[in-house]
């Protein structure tokens, strides 16, 4: 059974810094695709961050471009998201997903990711 477990949301001012961490058991985070999304109140989920561990390409959302890194340790089997210079707008609950055992991601919309967390909270104030 996968168990994806997010951690290292908060609360945090704008222009500061937080790392989401993301727990998996029963699935191996090499040589995958994974991900992050988020969801804001009244809004969509959307696509913040993808990763295809097996050769460590990324791709970002252009409102986090430059600001938000994500990247894997095997040994630790966890995904990250580093976050700096956060913005207000930044507010949302974070989504660890994963799609099923694939070297290079087969799309990054929300149906190619069966696999998800519960999700953590990041709140950012002005």
């Known amino acids: 059974q996968v168990q994806l477990v997010e951690s290292g949301g908060g609360s945090v001012q704008a222009g500061g810094s937080l790392r989401l961490s993301c727990a998996a058991s029963?699935?191996?985070?090499?040589?995958?695709?994974m991900g992050w999304f988020r969801q804001a109140p009244g809004k969509e989920r959307e696509g913040v961050a993808f990763?295809?561990?097996?050769?460590?390409?990324?791709g970002y959302a252009d409102s986090v471009k430059g600001r938000f890194t994500i990247s894997e340790d095997n040994a630790k089997n966890t995904l990250y998201l580093q976050m700096n210079s956060l913005k207000p707008e930044d507010t949302a609950m974070y989504y660890c997903?994963?799609?099923?055992?694939?070297?290079?991601?087969?799309?990054?919309?929300?149906?190619?990711?069966?696999?998800w967390g519960q999700g953590t909270q990041v709140t950012v104030s002005s």
């Open positions: 990763i295809t561990t097996g050769d460590g390409s990324t």
């Open positions: 997903t994963a799609q099923r055992k694939t070297y290079y991601c087969t799309g990054t919309e929300e149906r190619s990711f069966p696999y």
């Open positions: 029963g699935y191996s985070v090499s040589n995958t695709c």
